[in-house]
């Protein structure tokens, strides 16, 4: 099969990130050119999406694979078993398992910034969207971290400024499983077999746009470096709070087919848990490793 060459055709969206890229066709080979084209336009509008990406788990991680390398996710319940680093993201259970993770995305994140490398870009197929009478349910809502830093007032960013802060996924764990009742409260003992926490600075460099963009995510970090807890609690809460301001986001309605791809520098994103079973929700996603970052 020749190198699909495609006219890309970006629509984007009237808010600060976001744009759909029409006039690409992912089930054929892709020339250098377009994939180059695909990047530039994830670097500039953050989020964008390729409508009817009907893909097969392989070729979801063959085409991620060109971004970079994929991360296995240290949940090896939820990863396919052919291809580890899909991860399958789901509220469907079959002969009494679940296909993927049922409560994934819950709180406001940045993919994997529990590790020392976070992901540097997400992307995310889906394969079943709830839908009951003309209405789709399971929308993904994203907030610009770059415009939210930008909003901060002079004094807030000059406080920010060389400060850093632990991120947990054991801490994550336990909160998802008080709050949302979907995964079982693990001891400290049991927790030990999940990464200990990354610490990361609060403003980080976008690698390639060079803007500062905020890294708090509400789903993990929780402590700031050397200052006392309450006011590290009091500065999060606040932080947290700003990046919930709906002037920054872009809210995506999913059509069955669509591969999304965000930033997760520039970004941070949400699940939206507006449906249950019998409307049924089937996402593949795959993380591509970013660099340690200031
Ligand atoms: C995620 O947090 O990567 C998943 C978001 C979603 O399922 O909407």
Redesign the pocket.
């Known amino acids: 099969m020749s190198a699909n060459k495609a006219t890309l055709e970006l629509r984007p969206e009237c808010g600060p990130i976001g744009s759909e890229i029409a006039g690409i066709d992912l089930s054929a080979p892709l020339d250098g050119d377009t994939f180059n084209e695909i990047e530039v336009a994830l670097w500039r509008y953050a989020v964008v999406v390729i409508r009817d990406s009907n893909l097969m788990p392989a070729q979801l991680a063959a085409f991620s694979r060109r971004f970079g390398r994929p991360q296995v996710n240290v949940r090896a319940e939820a990863t396919n078993a052919e291809t580890p680093e899909v991860f399958w993201?789901s509220n469907i259970t079959e002969d009494g398992k679940p296909v993927g993770s049922h409560d994934?995305?819950r709180y406001w994140?940045s993919?994997l910034c529990y590790l020392e490398t976070p992901s540097k870009m997400?992307l995310?197929n889906a394969i079943e969207v709830p839908e009951r009478d003309g209405e789709t349910f399971?929308?993904?809502q994203f907030a610009s971290a770059t415009a939210a830093y930008d909003a901060l007032p002079d004094d807030m960013k000059a406080r920010l400024d060389g400060l850093t802060a632990a991120n947990g996924y054991r801490y994550m764990w336990n909160k998802k499983a008080r709050e949302f009742g979907l995964r079982p409260v693990l001891t400290e003992e049991e927790l030990q077999k999940y990464p200990p926490d990354a610490v990361h600075p609060i403003v980080r460099k976008h690698p390639v746009t060079d803007r500062k963009c905020l890294f708090v995510c509400e789903g993990y970090t929780h402590r700031i470096v050397n200052l006392p807890e309450a006011e590290s609690d009091t500065l999060l809460q606040e932080l947290f709070a700003h990046l919930a301001n709906p002037a920054f986001h872009y809210r995506h309605k999913w059509r069955v087919g669509d591969l999304l791809m965000w930033d997760n520098c520039a970004v941070q994103?949400?699940?939206?848990n507006d449906y249950e079973l019998p409307l049924r929700?089937l996402?593949q996603?795959c993380t591509i490793e970013g660099p340690v970052l200031a």
């Not at 994103?269 to 939206?272: L, M, N, P, R, V």
């Open positions: 993201i994934a995305g994140h993919d997400t995310l399971g929308d993904t994103h949400k699940a939206t929700r996402m996603r």
